[in-house]
């Protein structure tokens, strides 16, 4: 077998709770190699939170004889929030791996580490300073090697010693790292258990997206309260979040397990619950609080004097800005209208739904899933609907007016209570939407709160939940 070359690299020289990208310049520089033939002879991936394999592990021990652990403690740091992805901080940012982070008190002393890659944290653990950006001096070559050359280039300006470091350990704290890691476990277990008894949450039917970080750090924190001396370290704390819950009996928990059985999941039994019940003759009270915030949208618009419209073509739109006494013959809707749009296509019923492109295929959508409700006796047609001899209701009458939900059901109290939840968390979105338009932002920047209800198992029953921050009260 082919030994591995001679490196200039001793044993106890990797330094604690270093970043994977300062252990690749140093070695670049004491061997005095390029950044890229650096990164292919170490084959290793920069990005911190990244698996190696076991394999990378034992190669990287041998050559640099280094015992196993300490490799492992470089390339598999603990700091991460694990198994708690609903309430998660958003992953690095594509463009942030383009430059690197550092504290100039650590890189005066030959010190980066890992924790200063941590997109969540603002300032240095070890001395509570300001980190910095430092970008690449060259645009060629692969990200990985550029942000080599840029953390060099930082540590040739500041630390006299580079690349032997001389005065490096000692710089971090065993201390401050044990707490942050404290709390990351503790807020990742809280947040864990809620998800995995986790059974609906609003909005996650329009797909997957992060949290933003205000969202997530608040949240957590919330269910974790975090040292105030960590506090001071975070980028963006969140503000204050509270958790209202409410607890629905045993006999709601043993209905939704017999629809489960049937195939039926709570996120298709609220979208019909909420699909039927504006066409009711005696509508839930969710309806009633639609109304209301539809009509205190209105009174605060009054006469449309927006200097905003959305231009709708294709598949597309984009807003544009407009004379605000002209707006009205634009014949495009203002942030307002696109405001009340928003909340009758969320609850205003089936009228509001079936609109668009695909008006056609969701209807028969919706015309399978009210047979499914149907069989399952969560919705009874009236008399006089025109039903097909296999349940389903024909196309051509007005679907919403053509059937009923089951008020007697014991999801009904829930189903109910979790639209009003979702309505009240819109409005308080659409506010701030609108204070900001305001205030001078354009409409297209958008950060509402994400799944603010949920839905979650309990011992005794069922949880509803709901994420209110303290600005929105």
Partial sequence: MQAYPSVNWWPGNILPHESRVSFAARFRDLNGISARRCLDFLDIDLEEGSAIGPDTIERLSSILREPVHEIESLFQPSLRFVGCDPYAPPPPNAHDRRFVRYCEACACRGYHSHLHEREWLSRCPFHRCELKDAYPPVHTGSIAARRVEALDRVMRNHCPSWPRCDDARGTASDEVVAALREWVLRASRSAARLSSA????????????????????????????????????????????????????????????????????????????????PSSPDPPSFVANLRAVKGLLSSRHGSCHCKWALVRGGWESHWVRVHADEQPYWATPCPFEVALEDLDRGWGGLDYALTGRRAMQKEVRYLELVREMHAAGLVR?????????????????????????????????????????????????????????????????????????????????????????????
């Fill in 381 to 473: 047609y009236i008399e006089g609907a025109e039903v097909s001899d296999k349940g389903y209701l024909y196309i051509g009458q007005d679907l919403p007016s053509s059937c009923r939900w089951a008020d007697d059901s014991p999801l009904t109290e829930l189903l109910n209570t979790a639209s009003i939840w979702e309505i009240e968390s819109a409005y308080g979105a659409i506010s701030t939407w609108l204070d900001n338009i305001d205030e001078g932002a354009p409409p297209g920047h958008r950060a509402d709160p994400r799944y603010c209800v949920r839905v979650v198992h309990a011992d005794e029953g069922l949880h509803l939940i709901r994420w209110v921050a303290a600005s929105s009260d």
């Fill in 198 to 277: 986790e059974i609906w949450c609003t909005g996650r039917h329009l797909g997957a997206y992060w949290l933003s970080s205000a969202q997530a750090f608040g949240q957590l924190r919330a269910l974790a309260p975090m040292p105030e001396t960590i506090e001071v370290l975070l980028a963006d704390t969140g503000g204050t979040w509270r958790m209202d819950s409410l607890l629905f009996p045993a006999v709601a928990k043993t209905e939704l397990e017999r629809l489960n059985a049937l195939g039926l999941s709570f996120a298709r039994v609220i979208e019909v619950f909420q699909g039927i019940s």
